[in-house]
């Protein structure tokens, strides 16, 4: 989804969310900074307050064996859970992945460290759990139809890119929904 801000990706996303809820389907949902970490799982608390949830490495034990209904992580901390027990993750009903711009480096001549884990995150999700529901969230992105093209010939599945230009106002957002 590639919407400008005010254009109703959070709303999407948290209806999304709920429907994998409603399916006992664990969600993932990454963040780039640990200080969106916080304010995502406020968030979401808010939103589902009566679901179980881990917003940081340290809640999560190396023999878990299953996620809670929601994990909102960064990607180097999935990354670290997808080491150490990829088996947690194949049931996994959706990964959303905000501000997924970041799988973009900054500068084709310098390599960006985040844009690598942020890569590997989505590709050993994708290896680890083949049936997962992503959901792709950026402001950012003018080349939505490119990613989902890329996309479907990872994953095989029918990708749809949904991008606007216009910024919908709280009440046509309420309206869209």
Known sequence: IS?????????????KILTSIILNEPVIFIVPTLALVDQVSNNL????PEVSMKVNYEEFILDDISLPAISVMTPESCLVRLNFNPELFSNLGL??????HLLNPKSIDKMDRRSIDAM????????????????MLSAMLRNSEEIAAWLHSIINKEVVPLTLSWKPTQQAKGCVV
């Open 3 to 15: 919407f400008p801000t005010g254009g109703g990706k959070s709303t999407l996303s948290e209806l």
């Open 120 to 135: 590997i995150c989505l590709l050993k999700i994708i290896e680890s759990a083949p049936d997962t529901d992503l959901l």
């Open 95 to 100: 990964f959303v992945f905000d501000e997924c």
């Open 45 to 48: 608390k808010s939103i589902f």
